[in-house]
């Protein structure tokens, strides 16, 4: 796993940690065969930066995004809700919420404090696929952070023609 701070009102990077991790101490004077074996070979990858080069579901985070979207594309005002009894059906699938009993109606704060997923699947329902990933591009996720780190990678921002492109299938 990996933990970035950012200062939200400039966002300079704070720190950064990755783990699992290694003593850069073997490395003082050079490392021996050894050790450079165990590392090369550990099966949790420890000299991974997964801060800066580790791509990761983005979880709840990623909620206040796709509320931003659903709100200037006036899909929904901040008093909309929406009913979650625990779990969404689409198609075939179920889409639980964290929340097994459901959180009832919901508003948009309610959703966001309380983070019910029923209502951000709603809204990905209302916005597509397309949409909320320009909404992400524009508030800079994608791209790298643009400091001076090597291997940093951008993220993934997924789209029906990179699943199409990539999975050789449509967004469903």
């Not at 206040?64 to 075939?92: Q, R």
């Not at 009832?104 to 909320?132: P, Q, T």
């Amino acid at each position: 796993g990996a933990v970035a701070a950012l200062d939200p009102r400039n966002g300079a990077v704070l720190a950064l940690v990755s783990s699992p991790s290694f003593d850069p101490n073997l490395f003082g004077g050079g490392i021996s065969h050894d050790d450079w074996e165990t590392l090369s070979n550990h099966p949790r990858h420890p000299m991974e930066n997964r801060s800066i080069s580790g791509q990761y579901p983005p979880g709840s985070t990623y909620k206040p995004i796709v509320a931003a979207a659903a709100l200037e594309e006036g899909l929904i005002t901040p008093e909309t809700t929406f009913y979650c009894n625990g779990a969404l059906e689409m198609g075939n699938r179920t889409y639980r919420c964290w929340n097994e009993k459901g959180h009832g109606h919901i508003s948009l704060h309610r959703a966001i404090v309380e983070s019910c997923d029923v209502y951000f699947y709603n809204l990905g329902k209302l916005l597509g696929v397309d949409k909320i990933a320009s909404y992400a591009q524009a508030f800079g996720l994608g791209t790298p952070l643009g400091i001076d780190l090597s291997r940093e990678k951008g993220g993934l921002i997924p789209t029906k023609q990179w699943k199409l492109s990539r999975l050789k299938e449509p967004w469903q």
